[in-house]
């Protein structure tokens, strides 16, 4: 059972930036895609990002690509999502997830393919 702990949410202005963290707490294997999925009240998590944790493919929602930056940190066991140019549409509580059987060098960006979960961390942009 691997256990992700997200931390770096915060407050931000318009236009600001945040970095998100997620460390896992086993080695992800090289069957492993990470990802980010964000959920805001009311509204369905939808995906974010994600990474292939062996190709280090990338891949990114149409309403983030340009803005966020995912990327993985193999000897730290951590996947983080650089978020610049933040809106007050971004506000939500963001989740970093894995799919244990992402091969292929594939991404997936269905909620149902990832196995482990992690707490959220609130992100807030305000105008």
């Known amino acids: 059972q691997m256990q992700l702990v997200e931390s770096g949410g915060g407050l931000v202005r318009t236009g600001g930036s945040l970095r998100l963290s997620c460390v896992a707490s086993?080695?992800?294997?090289?069957?492993?895609?990470m990802a980010w999925f964000r959920q805001a009240p009311g509204l369905e998590r939808d995906f974010v990002a994600g990474?292939?944790?062996?190709?280090?493919?990338?891949y990114y929602a149409v309403s983030v690509k340009g803005r966020f930056t995912i990327s993985r940190d193999i000897a730290k066991n951590t996947v983080s999502l650089q978020m610049n140019d933040l809106k007050p549409e971004d506000t939500a509580v963001y989740y970093c997830?894995?799919?244990?059987?992402?091969?292929?060098?594939?991404?997936?960006?269905?909620?149902?393919?990832?196995?482990?979960w992690g707490q959220g961390t609130q992100v807030t942009v305000s105008s």
């Open positions: 990474i292939n944790w062996s190709t280090g493919s990338t």
């Open positions: 997830a894995a799919d244990r059987d992402a091969h292929g060098g594939a991404v997936s960006v269905a909620l149902a393919r990832f196995d482990y």
């Open positions: 086993g080695r992800p294997s090289n069957n492993y895609a």
